[in-house]
């Protein structure tokens, strides 16, 4: 399995199917998240405020297809040390083959890259098994919602 990850550097106005790696990483988040419809126009707003919030995009592929895509936060955290994984959806066909780890390890790189100690993240109920297995631990639980905990891993 031949597994690549790059930051994406999002244009000012990301207009729908501009360019191909966008619009199949947006694809991607929509099929898992029904009720992110990318092509609303309050959306493409969205996207078009996305490039300044500190966000940064890593779409990962197994060859030319897009399979993975992470949202990460680099810039907002940064005074407390810390990254913030926003989202990480990985399509259904390539669970359980790494491709979820593959991204993250991209991600840690990236976030070492920027002096960073910490990867944050808030997984969903289902998947803190699979962020416990890379070493996350649970630092924060919400009386609203406990059964989504933040979880961070150490950087360095």
């Known amino acids: ?11 000012r106005y990301l207009a729908p199917d501009t360019d191909p790696v966008v619009t199949a990483a ?8 029904p009720e992110h419809n990318w092509r609303t126009p309050h959306n493409r707003r969205a996207l ?5 919030s500190g966000s940064v995009p890593f779409v990962t592929r197994r060859d030319d297809a897009v399979v993975a895509l992470a949202n990460v ?3 907002t955290q940064r005074m407390k040390g810390s990254a913030f994984l926003e989202a990480l959806v990985v399509h259904e066909s390539v ?5 979820g780890r593959f991204t993250i390890e991209q991600i840690v790189k990236a976030a070492a890259e920027h002096e960073l100690e910490t990867l944050r993240a808030r997984p969903l109920e289902s998947a803190i098994g699979f962020y416990a297995k890379l070493g996350f631990v649970c630092d924060e639980i919400e009386p609203v919602n406990p059964a989504e905990p933040f979880m961070s891993l150490r950087l360095a």
């Open 1 to 11: 399995m031949n597994l690549t990850t790059e930051q994406l550097a999002l244009p």
């Open 26 to 33: 947006l694809d991607l988040y929509e099929e898992i998240l």
């Open 48 to 52: 078009t405020l996305y490039k300044f």
């Open 73 to 75: 936060d680099l810039a």
């Open 95 to 99: 669970r359980g083959e790494n491709v």
